[in-house]
């Protein structure tokens, strides 16, 4: 499918004015739209709830607008359970899926309440000495060995490896935990599993749930707890490359309440209710790296160099991810040029493309970067001393809000004590 930006060239000559590149922009609109299909996808299950894997947009004015459409936020880390409390989420509208989890941490995650979810095993005794066994507890599970779709009806092919994941727990002991956290009090379980990321099957969610459901069927038949939710993780994809196929919500919906009906409900669990931990689908696609073309280079390959980086943006150069590029205000030339489209680091996987067919680019030309709104901006570093970009956030009503300004070197240096030394004057 044709991917198209969420913003004109004019737009980001307007906003560019304001607030220079390089800056991550939001699209409000886009990312409401996504939520309230998600929720409609799953309305059949009374209890639905998404969870918004806070990792992969850590911004408190985008945590707050997903709350507005009923999400709750799933956390990992001391700092982003502050974030949540700062935006006001406590309670179990906060699911705490964590692994290596330091104690404060799940200090932190029981003070607010949160659903909190178990990795190990270990962490039965881990929590009782830390704070306590909460009324409601949730267990992380890995079945281990290969995880394929075989029948999936798009025919697209999900595979990955759990068992050589680090997270979750075996069968046995899921079923040791449930029984220990009952005697310590727990009163309602969950069961969580993450196995496939980025998945761009309309099958994944539904083999994830028919796994889950069956699982547990055997721990409330062999344990007696009642088990309150299952949480089908994040996992589920979006369509980077203009030749990917497209996940569609409603179908997914659908696949998962066929399992659910075949499953859940004739052992007398209809009461199940069913989380997501979303982070990519519900922001990649309503984000977009928007950089100013700096320099141009013709040696062996034609290079453009962009004001903005890796640091900026991490995927390509730490995955080799694809993201599609369009250059504003050329939408409609054609792409008969071919470029490595650069940032600045001293490193030389810093590309946002290698060997991309794109039309001219001329110096100036403003660069439209897709799908960046998911592990974009928060999986930015310092490397080169380059300097974390502003986000922006553009409104449902056209209008644009700076929802993070940029770093400054004053930033930067801010863990130097910097008396021993000459005083920064920036
Ligand atoms: C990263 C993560 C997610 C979100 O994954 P996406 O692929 O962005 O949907 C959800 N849950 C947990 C525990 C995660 O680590």
Redesign the pocket.
């Known amino acids: 499918m044709e991917k198209k930006p969420f913003i004109t060239l004019e737009k980001a000559k307007e906003i560019i004015k304001d607030i220079p590149t390089p800056f991550h922009i939001y699209d409000e609109k886009g990312i409401r739209e996504n939520a309230r299909a998600l929720y409609k996808a799953f309305s059949w299950n009374k209890g639905f709830k998404e969870y918004f ?1 806070v ?2 947009t850590p911004n408190p004015y985008i945590m707050k607008l997903l709350a507005e459409e009923g999400c709750g936020m ?1 956390c ?1 880390s001391y700092t982003e359970l502050q974030l949540c409390k700062a935006c006001g989420i406590t309670g179990s509208e906060i699911m705490f ?1 964590s692994n290596v989890t330091p104690v404060e941490d799940m200090k932190l995650a029981r003070e607010l309440g949160a659903n909190i ?1 178990l990795d190990d095993y270990t962490f039965v005794d881990f929590i009782k000495k830390v704070c306590g066994v909460p009324k409601t507890i949730c267990c992380r599970y890995n079945p281990g060995g290969v995880f394929q779709l075989s029948d999936s009806e798009d025919g697209v092919q999900v595979m990955d490896t759990p068992g050589d994941s680090k ?1 979750g727990m075996t069968e046995e002991q899921m079923e040791k935990a449930f029984i220990e956290l009952k005697e310590a009090g727990a009163e309602d379980f969950g069961i ?1 599993a ?1 196995l496939a ?2 998945t761009v099957s309309n099958g994944y969610y539904p083999a994830l749930a028919a796994i889950l459901f069956k699982l547990a069927v055997r721990l409330h038949e062999k344990t007696g707890v009642h088990i309150k939710f299952i949480n089908l ?5 979006v369509d980077y490359k203009p030749t990917d196929s497209k996940n569609d919500i409603a179908v997914i919906g659908e696949g998962v309440r066929r399992e659910f009906e075949k499953i859940l409900v004739p052992a007398g669990m209809g009461d199940v209710e069913i989380y997501t ?6 922001l ?1 696609p309503f984000g977009a790296l928007v950089a100013t073309a700096i320099h141009e280079k013709h040696i062996y390959k034609d290079y453009i160099g962009l004001d903005a980086c890796a640091a900026n943006l991490m995927r390509p150069a730490m995955y080799g991810s694809y993201h599609h590029i369009t250059v504003l205000g050329k939408e409609n030339a054609p792409c008969d040029h071919k470029y490595d489209v650069t940032g600045g680091l001293c490193e030389n996987n810093d590309k946002f493309a290698i060997d991309r067919m794109l039309p001219e680019i001329d110096k100036g030309d403003i660069i439209y970067i897709h799908d960046t709104g ?2 974009g901006f928060s999986m930015g570093y310092n490397y080169n001393g380059k300097l974390r970009s502003a986000e922006v956030l553009l409104c449902e009503d056209g209008s644009y809000k700076l929802i993070r300004r940029a770093e400054t070197p004053r930033d930067y240096f801010s863990t130097f004590d910097f008396s021993e030394f000459k005083e920064l004057t920036e």
Do not use: I, Q, T
């Open positions: 894997a990792k992969a799933d990992s899926s979810n997270y969580h993450f990321s980025n993780s994040g996992g589920v994809g931990e979303l982070g990519r689908y519900m990649a998911a592990h």
